[in-house]
Nanobody, 121 residues
Framework: QVQLVESGGGVVQSGGSLRLSCKAS????????WSWYRQTPGKQRELVAS???????IHLESAKGRFTISRDNAKNTVYLQMNSLKPEDTAGYYC???????????????WGLGTQVTVSS
């Protein structure tokens, strides 16, 4: 079994910064790509940023230059550094990891329960 636990959310003023973390634990044979998604009530979950096992990254267009995804493979942890936050960044943020539990298992998507980010104007 695998668990993902996010932390680092909170309330911040417009222009402020937050750093989200997500740690994977449990039975992990290989951990492939990490992603951060966000969702607001009534809207679909959207991809914010992804990082591959080779540390290649992609970022949501509106997050480029403000958000940076990174990973620490030794700690099975992914981070999302968010700077210059705007009220429209307010959302629940969820981490996703593509993990193979054993050599014979397929790569499977796992999700954290989310952490709330609220940006006040």
């Amino acid at each position: 079994q695998v668990q993902l636990v996010e932390s680092g959310g909170g309330v911040v003023q417009s222009g402020g910064s937050l750093r989200l973390s997500c740690k994977a634990s449990g039975r992990i044979y290989t951990l492939h790509a990490w992603s951060w998604y966000r969702q607001t009530p009534g809207k679909q979950r959207e991809l914010v940023a992804s990082i591959t096992s080779g540390s290649g990254t992609i970022h949501l267009e509106s997050a480029k230059g403000r958000f940076t995804i990174s990973r620490d493979n030794a700690k099975n942890t992914v981070y999302l550094q968010m700077n210059s936050l705007k009220p429209e960044d307010t959302a629940g943020y969820y981490c996703n990891a593509k993990i193979r539990e054993t050599w014979s298992n397929p790569i499977t998507d796992y999700w954290g329960l989310g952490t709330q980010v609220t940006v006040s104007s």
